[in-house]
């Protein structure tokens, strides 16, 4: 049908006829576009949230003849990125023939497994939880979303009536239940009772609307999203000061970040405590925010009223769990007394920790399955900010944009009502559902190094650039740095292409000074909230004759080798023992260290002051579980800097052969007569750290094919 772009101020039109127009006649190409579009924009739907239908007809593989089939996002995914293999497609006379069998919702779970006998594309992804609320309502094309807007209304006190009185009766209600099949009747039931509705409001939970066609159904969707967002937007600070008013004043900007970054640290090793005996902790990653949405939130007279109700959406709070830890600390507090400041938060996390074992144990059912974490993953720093803390970054991240759809719940039912929170029992349910579990047992293992966060110095090339890869691969967070800007962007472009924005972060790093050292580390707590595993990998050579080597090479090769590494290693120490979680400081060194070579003084002593520096350091930082261990490399000519100016020369020189004669030449004098790659680097590292050398430190491994005078001995 011929469309007219519309206007909308709270919602963004994304509709291209053009495009539509070559899917035209193909139901499913429609609906993968229109999610596409509507998972685009996070004020129609959240990261993840939501799902979308399309029923139309199909030649059954089995008669040859036409049959209605319904496709549906499938369990998982998200509609900004949904492809055809992300849904599930299954025959309409089938899903509607499961009401003959259906025994009531005290059995609800069982008709999960019978969605199977549904399937009619075998390629199908799972059906998820929300199939029958798609299949029982009789339209060709369906959206399910948890907009903001719609569910600021839908979770305050006068809901129902506010819907009925927008709406002027267009928009049904059903009050909260927890997603099944009996919500799927339920629905059908509303629909039954008020033909000719455009939609049905779920209780504390998001918004039904549909069409006969895919663009009737985005442009409904649109129009009932923007009247609710307009709607809010015209009752803010109406009734009362959004939020109670402003109760502190936000730091400045630079402020918040640094005491972010000093903060962070410590918050995660707190993270990573279990309590009590027999919960699950591990690692956590870190995300922060001082977005505006955020501290006028956090700032205000509400805040202690609000925060410890809890979020209503099960989208929400199956994120971010049902209410946040408020830490109860000033923002200015002084953060360098890193034991004073432990001690005021440990009893505020062994508090939350205690709440939620009551909360567990109160509405715990029989099968229920076994406690979880403890710990919180939202972390509300009034005057600064909000931490998040979860098993990765991208988990991390994405729970703060959830909290943040919980803050602009909670402002708009404010601003027309008064907002409500699910009950504790009605939010156990839904986040110890066992089908919930069953999700979470399905999905893969974590990788050695999931919840370890890793800078390497010098990692924009060369051995460095290896060693990050190789622990982003292993499922690691880098932080990549160099203080060559050129060759840092485009190590950045490549982990952008390799790994995305939540594997690495980035920043110009320079060894011989502190204040980019600091600021290096300061990324890292901001950007994933402290570090684990920390590379001595930034080096350079000069191979010169006694009599030619100048005081200035002599000067450089010691501030970038030892005093580089020095500085780096003090700076580490500090956020580890802030953490109290342990750690890993590997240097790389050479076999230089170890072997005496022709024109060699400067980099060959600064390499062996180099070794023995690490061996100083292990012996002093055992008793804080940081283990410090050296891998000596040798003759590592790919991709390296190093091996691109004069130092090559220097060698073949010394040599007596030509520069390109140097791998094969390197080769040739070892045991194993092999050439050494980076990845080689990479992989004795990942050995260091992959937890099978978690009781060993003050080592030395050489990875240089073989040179018999290297031996430690």
Known sequence: MPTTVKNFKHVSYLWDEAKASQLAGDEVALLIYRS??????????????GNTSCKASAKDPLTGKQTEVMWVKGSGGDLGTLKKSGLAALYMDRLLSLKNIYRGIEHEDEMVDLFNHCIFDLQSKAPSIDTPLHAFL?????DHLHPDAAIAIAASKDGKKITQELFNGTIGWVEWQRPGFDLGLKLKKCLDENPGIRGIMLGSHGLFTWGDTAYESYVNTLEVIERCAQFLEDNYGKKS????GQKIQSLPKSERINRAASLAP????LCSISSPPGAQGAAKIGHFTDDDRVLEFINSNDLSKLAPMGTSCPDHFLRTKISPLVLNISATENLDDVVAVREKLIPQFEEYRKLYADYYKKCKHANSPAMRDPNPVVILYPGVGMFTFAKDKQTARVAAEFYINAINVMKGSEAISSYTSLPRQEAFDIEYWLLEEAKLQRMPKPKTLSGRIALITGSAGGIGKAIA????????CVVINDNDESRLESAKQEFSKLYGKDVFASDILDVTRASTISQTFDTSAISFGGVDIVVNCAGLSISKPLEEHTE????????????????????????????QTGGDILNIVSKNALVSGPNNA?????????????????????KDKIRVNVVNPDAVIADSKIWSGAWAEGRAKAYGVKVEELPAYYAKRTLLNEIILPEDIANACFVFVSGLLNKSTGNVLNVDGGVAMGFVR
Do not use: C
């Open 36 to 49: 596409n579009l509507l998972g685009a924009d996070l004020r129609l739907t959240n990261y993840g949230g």
């Open 138 to 142: 009789p339209f060709a094309h369906i």
């Open 241 to 244: 000061p959004v939020f109670g």
């Open 266 to 269: 410590i918050l995660r090793g």
């Open 469 to 476: 890869k190789k622990f982003a691969d292993e499922g690691a």
């Open 552 to 579: 200035k090479d002599w000067d450089l090769l010691y501030d970038v080798l030892v005093k580089g590494q020095f500085l780096v290693t003090q700076k580490s120490v500090e956020l580890m023992r802030k953490q």
């Open 602 to 622: 400067g980099y060959g002593s600064a390499k062996a002051a180099q070794l023995h520096l690490s061996r100083l350091n292990a012996a002093e930082l055992g």
